[in-house]
Structures are given as structure tokens and as C-alpha cells.
């Protein structure tokens, strides 16, 4: 799945020659020439489905072969969407739940940014990054364990930030979570000596 702000039809032209496929949006001034239209189940949200081949000068000579074109109406969010793709054999509604599943890998990213909060990484060597990378995963499931089994109302945000502070403390992991609500017990007046009454 390519966003289309990153369209390049000679990359595009290299997975097509290593037998990949992709699906892609296509930019609205991209030009083109209809050879084919396919019939298609309006019900589902397909509007066309159409074989198409780029006209444009530079376009047509980085992807000279045959491309699929297919304009997708998205009830829910009231969007039209077209995509690009060199997959002929799949139905026309799978490409464009496909599209629609990439959100949730963007949806994954942007919550590893914001919830593993990786800062630097001490290595960066491809095998360092990773191992960094699943650590930090790992660190997260286990307090998303400890929270379900403690049955604790924190976030784990707030979780992560009580076990970070506390990690070099003797304090049990359930006193340390639990205590965070507990409000300190007022002194008794009598014990402590006033101050401004000399």
C-alpha cells in the first residue's frame, strides 16, 4: 500500500516487474485512457472499474504497461477514492478494503511514536533498531498484562510513568500501583507544634 504523495511510477514499474502488486491512490491529474470498463455491484460502494493505460509524457514512459483504476465511494467517512493498482484477478471491493486496511498500520506507527516513546535509539545498525523496537513492544504488553490482571483503572501511560520512577525502589509492583490513589492521613493536630503561635 503506497500513500500517493509518494507515487513514482518508475518504483511502481519495478514491483510490477518483480511480480508485486500494489494499490495505490491515484492523483487526480494523472492522465490517462480508458481501454477497458468491468462491470461492477454499485451496492458495494464500486462506482468503475476500468483498465487504463498513462498518457501523461513522463508517466506513460515510467509505467508503460496496463494499470486498474478504481473509483471507490466510502459511505461512512463521505469520500470518493481512486486507486491504481496492477492486481487484475482480485474483485474490485477487496482492492479497496485493502487500501482501507493500510490505515491501520499507519494507526500502528503512529501509536508506537506516541506511546513507546523511543527517544534514541543506542544503535542503528538494522538488527539494533529492531531489537530495540521490540523490546519496547514487549515492555508495553507486559503492562497491558499487569493492568488487565491487576484490574487497574490507571492508563498505562500512567502505569509506565509510576514503574519508571519506582524501578530501583523494594516496593511490591501491587503496593506501588494501588498506593497511588490513597490519600495521605491527616496528621492529628496535637502532635505537631505550632508554628506562628509562639
Same mark, same amino acid.
Given at each position: +500500500?503506497?500513500? #500517493?504523495?509518494? +507515487?513514482?511510477?518508475?518504483?511502481?514499474?519495478?514491483?510490477?516487474?518483480?511480480?508485486?502488486?500494489?494499490?495505490?491512490?491515484?492523483?487526480?491529474?494523472?492522465? /490517462?485512457? #480508458?481501454?477497458? =470498463?468491468?462491470?461492477?455491484?454499485? =451496492?458495494?460502494?464500486?462506482?468503475?472499474?476500468?483498465?487504463? %493505460?498513462?498518457?501523461?509524457?513522463?508517466?506513460?514512459? #515510467?509505467?508503460?504497461?496496463?494499470?486498474? #483504476?478504481?473509483?471507490?465511494?466510502? %459511505?461512512?467517512?463521505?469520500l470518493r477514492l481512486i486507486f491504481l493498482?496492477?492486481?487484475?484477478?482480485?474483485?474490485?471491493?477487496?482492492?479497496?478494503?485493502?487500501?482501507?486496511?493500510? @490505515?491501520?498500520?499507519?494507526? /500502528? &506507527?503512529?501509536?508506537?511514536?506516541?506511546?513507546?516513546?523511543?527517544? %534514541?535509539?543506542? %544503535?542503528? =545498525?538494522?538488527?539494533?533498531? *529492531?531489537?530495540?523496537? @521490540?523490546?519496547?513492544?514487549? +515492555?508495553?504488553?507486559?503492562?497491558?498484562?499487569?493492568? *488487565?490482571?491487576?484490574?487497574?483503572?490507571? =492508563?498505562?501511560?500512567?502505569?509506565?510513568?509510576?514503574?519508571?520512577?519506582?524501578? /530501583?525502589? *523494594?516496593?511490591?509492583?501491587?503496593?506501588?500501583? &494501588?498506593?497511588?490513589?490513597?490519600?495521605?492521613?491527616?496528621?492529628?493536630?496535637?502532635?505537631?507544634?505550632? +508554628?506562628?503561635?509562639?
Amino acid at each position: +500500500m503506497l500513500d #500517493r504523495g509518494y +507515487m513514482d511510477f518508475a518504483r511502481l514499474h519495478t514491483l510490477t516487474q518483480a511480480c508485486a502488486f500494489f494499490v495505490t491512490r491515484a492523483r487526480v491529474e494523472a492522465q /490517462f485512457y #480508458r481501454r477497458r =470498463s468491468h462491470p461492477v455491484d454499485p =451496492s458495494t460502494g464500486v462506482r468503475s472499474d476500468q483498465t487504463i %493505460a498513462l498518457t501523461g509524457p513522463k508517466t506513460s514512459r #515510467r509505467y508503460p504497461d496496463p494499470l486498474r #483504476r478504481i473509483h471507490y465511494f466510502d %459511505a461512512e467517512r463521505d469520500l470518493r477514492l481512486i486507486f491504481l493498482t496492477n492486481n487484475f484477478p482480485l474483485p474490485a471491493l477487496v482492492i479497496a478494503q485493502l487500501y482501507r486496511a493500510r @490505515w491501520r498500520v499507519e494507526l /500502528f &506507527f503512529r501509536w508506537i511514536k506516541q506511546h513507546l516513546r523511543i527517544k %534514541a535509539f543506542y %544503535a542503528t =545498525s538494522e538488527n539494533a533498531v *529492531k531489537i530495540q523496537v @521490540w523490546f519496547a513492544v514487549s +515492555m508495553y504488553e507486559l503492562v497491558a498484562i499487569l493492568k *488487565k490482571r491487576l484490574a487497574l483503572d490507571l =492508563s498505562l501511560y500512567t502505569i509506565l510513568q509510576i514503574l519508571s520512577t519506582s524501578v /530501583f525502589e *523494594k516496593t511490591a509492583i501491587r503496593e506501588g500501583l &494501588f498506593d497511588i490513589h490513597s490519600q495521605p492521613s491527616a496528621a492529628t493536630p496535637g502532635i505537631q507544634l505550632p +508554628m506562628f503561635n509562639l
